[in-house]
């Protein structure tokens, strides 16, 4: 079993990124070759053409931001209220993550848009769910009554802001910085994010790394690709808190990938092709539904698969991800993926901050490659 300690590290506070680099594919790029076994080249993202072979193909996560940040005020009291939007429960609920002082069941939000405009939207708190003591299961009302399911993307778009991580939030209160939410709003959401495929409350972010133009020279280098769907959850940046990380309740998120896209990544493989997973997302709805490839595929799964060292990897090849929270599943994740586990990475991060790279969702990427003769 691992050691939660084992995926820890001191990261200097002016390393996280607060907001992102442009244009997109400027970030900085750590190659690691060879799973971590090779060199270690300091590339940027816009070369990844250059990086990747003709025949291997990237697989991403297509799944769109949801402006689920809220702010308000409490009517009965006037004190100030944040929130976050989780998912909704139908029949005029939301399960949500509100943060404020000595909150009771029946204490009614009144929610304000991105201008401190009041909007007419109301949450009245009804209580907490069981398996989350974090969150609320509010009623969510406006001039129109209680907000069915169908409404709830219209009036998330009306009062909500861009969900960016505490961490993010945290270092620009720190620095005294501020950036308008429209701006966050098209940073904080992939150039190829479905237009009906809403549902994220954090974004896929070593997506955010890629511009149409970056995308359009994948394909003239023969660089194919395979789009998936996963809805992120806020639970992604939850730290393990158990000793072993394998005892970590793994979060819940519904994932999704077509027939289409399985007979793609089987024929790569076949004709040895690598894989190349952009983010962990894509990893995870990869390997939650590499044992349906052979058959048919169901249209969702919910997944809570745990990727830590020691896994046996079906699917994925290689990996482009950002550099992630210490202690974190995340991190797991690439140090299954990495020769040397935890120890490895923990020196890869050690010389990425070295090297001045930028860390998190607004940071810059890092890119792990098997070598050519790993071909299947």
Excluded at 156 to 175: F, K, M, Q, S
Aim: proline share 7%; net charge neutral.
């Amino acid at each position: 079993m691992l050691r939660t300690d084992e995926l820890d590290y001191q990261l200097p506070p002016g390393m996280i990124a607060t907001e992102p680099i442009s244009p997109r594919d400027a970030a900085r790029l750590m190659v690691v070759h060879d799973r971590g076994a090779g060199a270690v080249e300091h590339r940027r993202v816009r070369d990844l053409p250059e990086l990747l072979l003709a025949g291997d193909r990237l697989v991403f996560n297509t799944t769109r931001v949801l402006p689920a940040r809220f702010v308000g005020v409490r009517e009965d009291t006037g004190g100030k209220v944040g929130g976050l939007f989780l998912k909704q429960l139908g029949h005029g609920r939301w399960l949500a993550m509100v943060k404020a002082r000595r909150f009771r069941p029946g204490a009614p939000i009144r929610l304000f848009d991105a201008a401190g405009h009041s909007t007419g939207v109301v949450l009245s708190l009804i209580e907490r769910p069981s398996e989350d003591e974090s969150a609320w299961v509010v009623a969510v009302r406006d001039e129109g009554g209680p907000v069915a399911a169908e409404r709830t993307p219209a009036v998330l778009e009306r009062v909500g802001l861009t969900p960016l991580p505490p961490y993010i939030l945290g270092a620009r209160r720190d620095r005294g910085l501020t950036r308008p939410d429209a701006q966050d709003r098209a940073s904080y959401q992939t150039v190829y994010a479905g237009e009906h495929e809403a549902g994220s409350v954090a974004a896929p972010t070593a997506g955010l790394h890629f511009t149409p133009e970056l995308l359009t020279r994948l394909v003239q280098r023969g660089i194919e690709r395979s789009d998936t769907l996963l809805h992120v959850g806020a639970a992604t940046f939850k730290p393990i808190e158990t000793e072993h990380v394998q005892e970590h309740p793994m979060h819940a998120e519904w994932c999704s990938m077509t027939g289409g896209a399985a007979g793609a990544i089987r024929q790569t493989r076949t004709r040895g092709g690598r894989v190349i997973a952009v983010g962990t997302t894509a990893v995870r709805t990869l390997e939650s539904y590499a044992p349906h490839m052979g058959g048919e595929l169901p249209p969702w799964i919910e997944t809570r698969l745990l990727i830590a060292p020691g896994y046996r990897w079906q699917v994925v090849d290689g990996l482009l991800t950002n550099f992630h929270l210490p202690r974190s599943t995340l991190l797991a994740l690439v140090a299954a993926m990495v020769q040397g586990g935890p120890a490895r990475v923990r020196e890869l991060y050690a010389l990425a901050m070295d090297e001045g790279y930028r860390f998190y969702s607004y940071g810059d990427a890092m890119l792990i490659l098997p070598e050519p003769c790993e071909r299947r």
